[in-house]
């Protein structure tokens, strides 16, 4: 795979014994964020949050990690919405869910394949910022979380455009 699409955020020092736990679902953006932060030196496991019985992305997202050749674990967010507040909505639950096995797993950090960046300043805190790419940009969607999962999130397709992101997709066959 080229360099090209190493983002230089400084998330390329990370040393090989670092894992994180990408959340996945069926899109190639997942995909594409396993294969960057395997790109950068991470060892990585997939988790898939099932919303519902009726949900299909669990079994597009074990074929996707199959593809990739990582593990995925399956967190049904039915358990975790009685530890959360009666107002949760199930989507919501999809990074409680993340930390959660993560924390269970021993992993420090969780990943998706939003498209938004994650900045930390001088002082420790971290804040959702736009992705590189307006068009793309979804970190409107990431603006509550809470500095405690901020902390521990990569968002590695924050620095690529769709058209990159494409060409990746293209490269790596996904």
């Known amino acids: 795979m080229s360099d090209t699409f190493l983002p230089g955020n400084g998330f390329d020092t990370y040393e090989e014994q670092d894992?994180?736990?990408v959340g996945l679902g069926s899109?190639?953006?997942?995909?594409?964020?396993?294969?960057?932060?395997?790109?950068?030196?991470?060892?990585v496991?997939?988790?898939?949050?099932?919303?519902?019985?009726?949900?299909?992305?669990?079994?597009?997202a074990k074929e996707a990690a199959k593809a990739l050749?990582?593990?995925?674990?399956?967190?049904?967010?039915?358990?975790?919405?009685?530890?959360?507040?009666?107002?949760?909505?199930?989507?919501?639950?999809?990074?409680?869910?993340?930390?959660?096995?993560?924390?269970r797993l021993g992993i420090q950090y969780i990943a998706t394949g939003h498209h938004a960046r994650v900045e930390t300043d001088a002082e420790g805190v971290s804040r959702i910022?736009?992705?590189?790419?307006?068009a793309s940009d979804?970190?409107?969607?990431?603006?509550?979380?809470?500095q405690e999962t901020l902390a521990r999130l990569i968002l590695p397709l924050g620095e690529f455009s769709?058209?990159?992101?494409?060409d990746l997709a293209e490269e790596l066959k996904f």
């Open 27 to 43: 899109g190639r953006g997942c995909r594409a964020a396993v294969r960057i932060l395997q790109q950068q030196g991470f060892a």
């Open 69 to 103: 050749g990582i593990q995925c674990i399956t967190l049904n967010a039915s358990e975790l919405a009685s530890h959360l507040a009666e107002e949760a909505v199930p989507s919501d639950l999809r990074f409680p869910a993340l930390l959660a096995a993560a924390d």
């Open 19 to 21: 894992k994180v736990l």
């Open 45 to 60: 496991a997939g988790a898939v949050v099932r919303l519902s019985a009726e949900d299909d992305t669990v079994a597009a």
């Open 129 to 134: 910022c736009p992705a590189a790419d307006p």
């Open 138 to 146: 979804e970190s409107a969607a990431l603006a509550a979380l809470p």
């Open 162 to 166: 769709p058209e990159e992101l494409d």
